[in-house]
Nanobody, 123 residues
Framework: QVHLMESGGGSVQTGGSLKLSCVVSGNTYRQWSMAWFRQAPGKEREGVAF??????DYADFVRGRFTISQGNGEPTSHLQMNSLKPEDTATYYC??????????????????WGQGTQVTVTS
């Protein structure tokens, strides 16, 4: 059974930094894609960053501030978040797909999700 374990998150002041991590376990994968989404209260879940085979992409609202990377061994991704703003406050979710992804910001592309971790940025 596939399991996504997220870590990181918390509360920081504006301009601060946080790092999120996600490790996927439960199977062996030749190829995979991972993404980070976020959802604020009353808003739709939106794509933040994506990685596959070292190739990355970002939502415009985090480009230049957030960096996604992958680890070794089991499918793992990290999301380094710098220059955080109050509008970055949301629950952040790790998403995983073991097949191709056409539109990385589309939630329906991902088969597996983490439990979510809260990021709060105070002014």
């Amino acid at each position: 059974q596939v399991h996504l374990m997220e870590s990181g998150g918390g509360s920081v002041q504006t301009g601060g930094s946080l790092k999120l991590s996600c490790v996927v376990s439960g199977n062996t994968y030749r190829q995979w894609s991972m993404a980070w989404f976020r959802q604020a209260p009353g808003k739709e879940r939106e794509g933040v960053a994506f990685i596959r085979d070292g190739d990355t992409d970002y939502a415009d609202f985090v480009r230049g501030r957030f960096t996604i990377s992958q680890g070794n061994g089991e499918p793992t991704s990290h999301l380094q978040m710098n220059s955080l703003k109050p509008e970055d406050t949301a629950t952040y979710y790790c998403a995983f797909s073991d097949s191709g992804v056409e539109i990385w910001g589309d939630v329906s592309e991902y088969h597996y999700w983490g439990q979510g971790t809260q990021v709060t940025v105070t002014s």
